[in-house]
């Protein structure tokens, strides 16, 4: 349990979720965590649940900021682990030992960065799943095909964003993609995948808000392509709803 591992959780108005959130970093068995929480100025309790169950909490930033993105940035500047990963305010780990499981395959420093599954479930319910976001070992040209790693899984060492970037916050609603076809793609870091459920993700997000949303999520996918030279056409994004709609359908063994 020697090396730090940052988990940055970004929150606004999130009274109702983010009591499981603190929680779920709190009980995990690897206790060598950073847990930052950066807040949106919330106008709720939220401050005041985190001050309840989260004496556990490093570091905590409430001020306004210029969403989503621009957050996740302010965490990324703020953390000192070696290893820095993202727990939304609405989400859970999928049980207490996922931070340990990452913590071993990070031990191999030929490593650049590691994800695993994850599962959607019900927002009055983290034990009903409703999408099964199963992933698999990376390979050159999967984002072409539409794959692309679950980024609340995604765990990666502090030097990819020093050396690569922070998220790009000029996309409202796919800078996740963008940074993860940069590193992946653009940049062909090294990998692992955990076969592993790591986290639960209750349903909602913005990117999935509304029709016009998701439109706008896929212009700034296709953005993100040609900014990294990926001349790709609509194959992406047709392999993308094929394996949505997989997600659907497949369950996992245990949830």
Known sequence: ?????????????????IGDTLRSVREQTYKNIEHIIIDGGSKDNTL????????????????????????MNKGLALATGKIIGFLNSDDVFANKDVVSKIAQTMADQSIDACYGDLIYVAQDDVNKVVRYW???EYKNGLFQRGWVPAHPTFYARR???????????????????????????????????IPDILVKMRLGGASNASFSNVLQQNREIAMAFRKYGFNVGMKPFIFKLLLRFLQFIRKPESP
């Open 159 to 193: 030097k990819l964003y020093q050396d690569y970037g922070y998220f790009d916050i000029d996309l409202r609603l796919a800078a996740d993609f963008d940074i993860l076809l940069r590193f992946f793609e653009a940049h062909r870091i090294s990998s692992a995948y």
């Open 48 to 71: 005041e649940i985190v001050a309840a169950l989260g004496p556990h909490v490093a570091t905590l930033v409430s001020e306004r900021d210029s969403g989503i993105f621009d957050a």
């Open 134 to 136: 199963k992933s698999r």
């Open 1 to 17: 349990m020697s090396m730090k591992i940052s988990v940055i959780t970004v929150c606004y108005n999130s009274a109702g979720t």
